[in-house]
């Protein structure tokens, strides 16, 4: 399987070792770059503290679990603070998980739209009830209907190059 990013910080090695792999030990990434271990552990931590590095988490292939990936598009007004605290309630209590579905990214953007929420469900139903909810709760605040679309095929994720990108033939017309 290929691990390799498609970009790494070159200005931070024991971060582009932790993106090509978290689970290498830290003894290894010392070994690879003639240092201490006690440095990497010290570069690692800061760079915990101060939130360069969120968390660690699995690559999941949800199609192996029998699930799909929704993406939802939403043109909004513009961001106001009782926006914010709902949006910070909405991930406190968990919303996505009682309704079901695993969110995988949501992200605030600037351009066509402005929000884009990308989450997993088992099936068209589920995927359906979270995006009438995203609707519902937000509907004083959107500009039009949100958008959901199905995800086709992940070509990469988080950094990790699929390890089934060949697939991507298969989407060929003949």
Known sequence: MNKRNTTLFKSNKILDELLIDARQGIQKIAEKYKTYRQRVWREIKRMEENKTIWGYTAV???????????????????????????????????????????????????GTYDWIVIFAAENWTTARKYYDN????????LLEKPEMDDVIFSTIRWGKINPQIERLYDFVSP
């Open 60 to 110: 999941v292939d949800e199609e192996k679990m029998g699930w799909k990936l929704f993406m939802i598009f939403m043109k909004m007004k513009p961001l106001t603070i009782e926006q914010v605290k709902e949006q910070i309630e909405r991930h406190k209590q968990d919303v996505p998980g009682k309704l079901a579905v695993r969110l995988i990214d949501a992200y605030y953007v600037n």
């Open 134 to 141: 995203i609707r519902k709760e937000y509907e004083s605040s």
